[in-house]
């Protein structure tokens, strides 16, 4: 019983990551960015999609189909950990405010 109000305030007290990320089509160069509150479940997602040829969002549908998952390449850009004292949707604003600037830097015309 101990143990599992141990695992569960681990859970309670753990550090959210997110942060900003790119899919990237290795071959052509387009590209698709993003931001998520959790970094970590992005790339088991995207692993999942690889593993099992799934597509992993409907605007790499058409090219993740004809050229396969090993044309794509997941990069995280930047991470940013969520602050004790910030509620999730300043987390999530602090993230979209992130993936704005990195998206200026980035070629828009290579954009999915």
């Known amino acids: 019983m101990n143990r599992r109000k141990e695992i569960l305030n681990e859970y ?3 550090k959210n990551c997110g ?7 290795t071959l052509n160069g387009k590209y698709l960015i ?3 509150a959790n970094l970590k479940s992005v790339q088991n997602h995207f692993q999942f999609a690889v593993m099992t040829g799934s ?5 790499l549908q ?5 050229l396969g998952a090993q044309a794509f390449t997941l990069r995280v850009l930047e991470e940013l950990e969520q602050k004790t004292s910030q509620s999730h949707a300043e987390f999530m604003d602090d993230l979209k405010t992130l993936e704005q600037l990195w998206r200026a830097n ?3 015309s290579k954009e999915y």
């Not at 942060?19 to 089509?25: Q, S």
């Not at 597509?55 to 605007?59: G, I, R, S, W």
């Not at 058409?62 to 004809?66: A, I, L, S």
């Open 12 to 14: 309670k007290n753990r």
């Open 62 to 66: 058409k090219d993740w189909n004809e």
């Open 106 to 108: 980035l070629d828009a």
């Open 55 to 59: 597509t992993l969002h409907p605007k």
């Open 34 to 36: 993003g931001y998520a």
């Open 19 to 25: 942060g900003v990320y790119t899919i990237t089509n």
